[in-house]
């Protein structure tokens, strides 16, 4: 798997956008960029995933460089419930084999009053 | 549907006794399954993952066990906890389509 960094954690006012920065300067052609979410003592929470287009659904937006070395979500009116550890991870998105999938540590996300 | 089910979601067991968590999925068949572990103020851990049934691949060696009987059950065992098994464990079928993945509700584990 191609690695990501991410920041340990970040601030966000409520009602602003969040904007999740991460690096995988090693992502192959063929990983798709995917994000996740965890909020306390829950499983993760599938959000967006994307190849090399800009990708928005319902939840967010995710905007991927031209090169796919790096990516940001976006949370484009945060609330209060965004408060959360978000993983972004890069992965083959077609696969009959398993591999190993590291979240790490992910961005911490505080959305403040 | 896909539905995860893993159970129990808390756990207390003394240091040197077993642990057994048992994970099951419905609505998909010959999935990938995982185990993961998340300590307190940490991110998630892959612990054990399995493409079919016998098949388990182990990425940190440890106190740990896995097997997959079944094509739908993975289990997590344990022969002697230490305190520093606690956790949150979590099972996850992580797809290979749109939809992503699925994880459990995740077991508290406390080890004392």
């Given at each position: 798997?191609?690695?990501?960094?991410?920041?340990?954690?970040?601030?966000?006012?409520?009602?602003?956008?969040?904007?999740?920065?991460?690096?995988?300067?090693?992502?192959?052609?063929?990983?798709?960029?995917?994000?996740?979410?965890?909020?306390?003592?829950?499983?993760?929470?599938?959000?967006?995933?994307?190849?090399?287009?800009?990708?928005?659904?319902?939840?967010?937006?995710?905007?991927?460089?031209?090169?796919?070395?790096?990516?940001?979500?976006?949370?484009?009116?945060?609330t209060?419930?965004?408060?959360?550890?978000?993983?972004?991870?890069?992965?083959?998105?077609?696969?009959?084999?398993?591999?190993?999938?590291?979240?790490?540590?992910?961005?911490?996300?505080?959305v403040?009053? | 549907s896909?539905?995860?089910?893993?159970?129990?979601?808390?756990?207390?067991?003394?240091?040197?006794?077993?642990?057994?968590?048992?994970?099951?999925?419905?609505?998909?068949?010959?999935?990938?399954?995982?185990?993961?572990?998340?300590?307190?103020?940490?991110?998630?851990?892959?612990?054990?993952?399995?493409?079919?049934?016998?098949?388990?691949?182990?990425?940190?060696?440890?106190?740990?066990?896995?097997?997959?009987?079944?094509?739908?059950?993975?289990?997590?065992?344990?022969?002697?906890?230490?305190?520093?098994?606690?956790?949150?464990?979590?099972?996850?079928?992580?797809?290979?389509?749109?939809?992503?993945?699925f994880?459990?509700?995740?077991?508290?584990?406390?080890?004392?």
């Amino acid at each position: 798997d191609a690695k990501t960094t991410q920041p340990t954690s970040m601030d966000c006012a409520e009602g602003r956008a969040a904007n999740l920065p991460c690096n995988h300067s090693t992502i192959s052609g063929n990983e798709y960029v995917y994000w996740y979410r965890q909020i306390h003592s829950q499983g993760p929470q599938y959000i967006i995933h994307g190849l090399k287009n800009n990708e928005t659904n319902e939840m967010a937006s995710l905007i991927i460089t031209e090169d796919r070395k790096s990516s940001t979500l976006i949370l484009p009116h945060a609330t209060l419930r965004d408060t959360a550890v978000y993983y972004c991870i890069v992965r083959v998105g077609h696969s009959n084999s398993g591999y190993a999938l590291n979240f790490g540590k992910g961005t911490s996300l505080l959305v403040t009053p | 549907s896909q539905t995860i089910h893993q159970w129990p979601a808390t756990l207390v067991q003394p240091v040197g006794s077993p642990l057994s968590l048992e994970c099951t999925v419905e609505g998909t068949s010959n999935p990938n399954l995982y185990w993961y572990r998340q300590a307190a103020g940490r991110g998630l851990q892959l612990l054990f993952y399995s493409v079919g049934i016998g098949q388990i691949s182990s990425e940190v060696p440890q106190n740990l066990s896995a097997s997959r009987p079944q094509d739908r059950q993975f289990i997590l065992s344990s022969k002697k906890l230490l305190l520093s098994d606690s956790g949150f464990y979590l099972c996850a079928w992580i797809g290979w389509d749109r939809v992503g993945a699925f994880f459990g509700q995740g077991t508290r584990l406390t080890v004392v």
